[in-house]
């Protein structure tokens, strides 16, 4: 089930945001002829109640540039889900026509215009691959030859977080590119990443993205660190509390050893704390891992592990298996 972030919905209802996002990873020739001083939301009456309830979801629009001034509608689908959708060609598809009809509508599009181009982007952050297709095409059973031309088409632009490129996660003055190598750090790499992050965005330019950024780092913070308390960070350039909280938090797994340790065997109660962190910052663990640690008999190979969760991207570079996920410095 899609999880929907307000605070990610909120930075990308700035048409800074939506403008980094297609400048930095929508990799086509024809973005260059888009007019970004156009750029601008869907005004809410050409949306039907169908579309405006998609909480998660922004609907931009914006012209080409020269004398062809038609409106290009962009949607953007925010989804955070741990397991990809195999049919999101076919949710989008529903949420394409509603748009469309809700532009004939309201006579924004016209039998003489035509419709209006719509591109539809899919914003991932889950740990597993998006497997699922791309285009609509591909669900459909095989039909007849000659068939083909009746079956409704759609494809959708696709950015998986996780499996960015190093050059993706790193573009100097890429606000997007900012967020995303702090959505795919380590805890213990994001008071760096913040002080970074800060940097691009001057108290004097544009306090609310900046305001806006800050609610979206709690957010993140509660994600990555379910049952941690969380600092009352009223700004990005309170980083430094981030360090506070991180050992707070190992110092906290610490306690929770010694006392798991009492009541059930030090050993075994470290293995099962170890399991609840892991857990906590990878979501549901394969079977595999569960077999591995509990297969641990070293304490000093556990405390190891506990302290490598703070920094390691995957459950591949925790040396558990899994699947691996490069790091904001391009290693893996």
Not at 138 to 154: A, D, H, I, K, T
Not at 168 to 197: C, H, I, K, Y
Not at 217 to 228: D, I, S, W
Request: charged share 25%; proline share 7%; hydrophobic share 40%.
């Amino acid at each position: 089930m899609a999880q929907h972030d307000s605070g990610y919905k909120l930075l990308f209802s700035h048409p800074r945001m939506v403008e980094e996002l297609l400048r930095g990873f929508v990799h086509e020739p024809w973005v260059e002829s888009l007019d970004f001083s156009t750029l601008e939301p869907a005004d809410a009456s050409f949306t039907s109640a169908d579309l405006r309830q998609r909480h998660g979801d922004c609907v931009w629009r914006l012209r080409w540039r020269g004398e062809d001034q038609d409106w290009v509608y962009v949607y953007l689908l925010l989804e955070f889900q741990s397991t990809p959708d195999p049919y999101m060609p076919v949710r989008l598809l529903g949420y394409v026509a509603l748009l469309l009809a809700d532009l004939v509508r309201e006579k924004v599009a016209t039998r003489s215009q035509g419709l209006p181009t719509v591109l539809s982007i899919v914003l991932y952050n889950g740990k597993r691959p998006w497997v699922a297709p791309l285009d609509l095409a591909s669900l459909f059973r095989s039909v007849p030859p000659g068939m083909e031309r009746y079956l409704p088409q759609l494809s959708y632009l696709l950015i998986d977080e996780n499996r960015l490129r190093p050059e993706e996660l790193v573009q100097p003055g890429n606000r997007v590119s900012a967020m995303f190598r702090m959505e795919t750090a380590g805890p213990a790499d994001l008071p760096d990443l913040t002080a970074e992050l800060a940097a691009l965005l001057p108290r004097d330019r544009d306090p609310e993205l900046r305001e806006h950024f800050t609610a979206w780092l709690r957010h993140l913070l509660r994600r990555m660190q379910p049952g941690v308390i969380i600092p009352q960070i009223s700004d990005l350039e309170e980083s430094a509390m981030l360090e506070e909280t991180l050992t707070e938090w190992l110092d906290g797994v610490r306690r929770e050893w010694r006392r798991a340790g009492r009541e059930e065997g030090q050993i075994e109660g470290m293995r099962r704390v170890l399991l609840q962190q892991l857990a906590q910052r990878f979501g549901t663990l394969p079977l595999e891992v569960g077999r591995r640690v509990r297969a641990i008999t070293s304490e000093r190979k556990l405390r190891s592990l506990a302290k490598r969760i703070l920094v390691a991207g995957s459950l591949a570079e925790m040396g558990l298996g899994g699947e691996g996920r490069t790091s904001p410095s391009g290693k893996r």
